[in-house]
Nanobody, 115 residues
Framework: QVQLVESGGGLVQPGGSLRLSCAAS????????MGWYRQAPGKQRELVAI???????NYADSMKGRFTISRDNAKNTVYLQMNNLKPEDTAVYYC?????????WGQGTQVTVSS
């Protein structure tokens, strides 16, 4: 059974930074495609960024240049570095894993950008 545990969310002022982490259980993490999604109140869940097993990345247009996804296969962890945060980035951020055994979601971590 795959488990994903996010951490690193919180309250930050506009222009600030946060780094989210997602720790995954599983012995073949290195072959998984990992992603971050977010869901703001009243809106659909949307893609933030994904990273393949080979380290290729893809970002939603509104996050390009501000967010960076990375992974540490030795630690079974994927990260999302978020810089220059804006109030519209406020949402619950979810970690997602696409593994050979299926797709999994974390429980989410709240990010609030407010002065």
């Amino acid at each position: 059974q795959v488990q994903l545990v996010e951490s690193g969310g919180g309250l930050v002022q506009p222009g600030g930074s946060l780094r989210l982490s997602c720790a995954a259980s599983g012995s073949i993490f290195r072959v998984w495609i990992m992603g971050w999604y977010r869901q703001a109140p009243g809106k659909q869940r949307e893609l933030v960024a994904i990273i393949t097993s080979g380290g290729s990345t893809n970002y939603a247009d509104s996050m390009k240049g501000r967010f960076t996804i990375s992974r540490d296969n030795a630690k079974n962890t994927v990260y999302l570095q978020m810089n220059n945060l804006k109030p519209e980035d406020t949402a619950v951020y979810y970690c997602h894993a696409n593994s050979p055994s299926g797709a999994y979601w974390g429980q989410g971590t709240q990010v609030t950008v407010s002065s």
